[in-house]
């Protein structure tokens, strides 16, 4: 009778033990749990951080001959195509009013023509407008006709410009560029504007100023549209040599 008693209690005690092994076992798995689902919620942090980025840009300034005699004068804007970015300045005597300038030509206005310096990289529109801001301070400046022009990537840039600083110029012509056509209605509507693409241009489709084109004049914009049958994406080789496209700058002044 003694024994049974022993062996009975000795098996309470054999269960008690594995019931709390069991409850041991449990326990830390489920704060195992509780810390591993705590530690995989997502979260929304709330700060912020000022921040700072510089760009050097070389650029060429022509100031025409009776710079000196005048009260205040014109200035067109000029940015260069891809082809330009990245390299040596005289590289911008490639194409557009550089390369005419190089030639002897003469022009009644101002000209500014950054060079991009990043070879793979979209112009920077902000470092380019404080670039303007500079001459502007520095040089007897007309604001009130500061004119607008690129090719390629730079006539890409010329419309991220008017869209982003829509009341600085005074008239701008863009040369087969990237258009950002959702934007189209930020551009002011009292700058004119005129536009070239070649129709068989490889590089940056025909169809982004043809379309550009059609949703300014939808919404009543002045607009000039120049296309060039059959050329390719060197459809400024033509435009920058029609002596229109200088007189139209030259009697374009803002409202």
């Given amino acids: 009778?003694?024994?049974?008693?022993?062996?009975?209690?000795?098996?309470?005690?054999?269960?008690?033990?594995?019931?709390?092994?069991?409850?041991?076992?449990?326990?830390?798995?489920?704060?195992?749990?509780?810390?591993?689902?705590?530690?995989?919620?997502?979260?929304?942090?709330?700060?912020?951080?000022?921040?700072?980025?510089?760009?050097?840009?070389?650029?060429?300034?022509?100031?025409?001959?009776?710079?000196?005699?005048?009260?205040?004068?014109?200035?067109?804007?000029?940015?260069?195509?891809?082809?330009?970015?990245?390299?040596?300045?005289?590289?911008?005597?490639?194409?557009?009013?550089?390369?005419?300038?190089?030639?002897?030509?003469?022009?009644?206005?101002?000209?500014?023509?950054?060079?991009?310096?990043?070879?793979?990289?979209?112009?920077?529109?902000?470092?380019?407008?404080?670039?303007?801001?500079?001459?502007?301070?520095?040089?007897?400046?007309?604001?009130?006709?500061?004119?607008?022009?690129?090719l390629s990537r730079g006539g890409g840039a010329a419309w991220e410009l008017c869209v982003q600083y829509p009341d600085k110029f005074a008239a701008m012509a863009v040369v087969c560029g990237m258009a950002p056509l959702p934007y189209a209605a930020w551009i002011n509507k009292d700058m004119p504007i005129w536009v070239f693409h070649g129709t068989e241009d490889k590089s940056i489709p025909f169809s982004e100023s043809e379309d550009m084109v059609a949703r300014l004049r939808e919404m009543k914009y002045n607009v000039t549209f120049t296309k060039y049958e059959g050329v390719g994406h060197d459809s400024w080789i033509q435009a920058y040599n029609t002596e229109e496209l200088y007189e139209w700058f030259m009697n374009q002044k803002k409202k």
């Fill in 1 to 150: 009778m003694v024994q049974n008693v022993s062996d009975n209690r000795n098996s309470l005690n054999k269960r008690l033990l594995i019931g709390k092994k069991k409850f041991l076992v449990f326990a830390f798995g489920f704060a195992l749990f509780l810390v591993q689902g705590c530690a995989g919620q997502s979260q929304l942090i709330s700060d912020k951080v000022e921040t700072v980025s510089t760009e050097v840009l070389s650029y060429y300034l022509y100031l025409p001959e009776d710079y000196k005699e005048s009260s205040r004068v014109p200035l067109l804007l000029f940015l260069h195509g891809g082809g330009e970015s990245g390299g040596n300045l005289e590289d911008l005597k490639t194409n557009g009013p550089p390369k005419m300038l190089a030639e002897g030509r003469e022009f009644p206005f101002a000209i500014l023509a950054p060079q991009n310096p990043n070879k793979r990289k979209w112009w920077n529109t902000l470092a380019v407008m404080k670039l303007l801001e500079k001459i502007v301070k520095d040089y007897k400046i007309d604001t009130n006709r500061i004119y607008l022009t690129g």
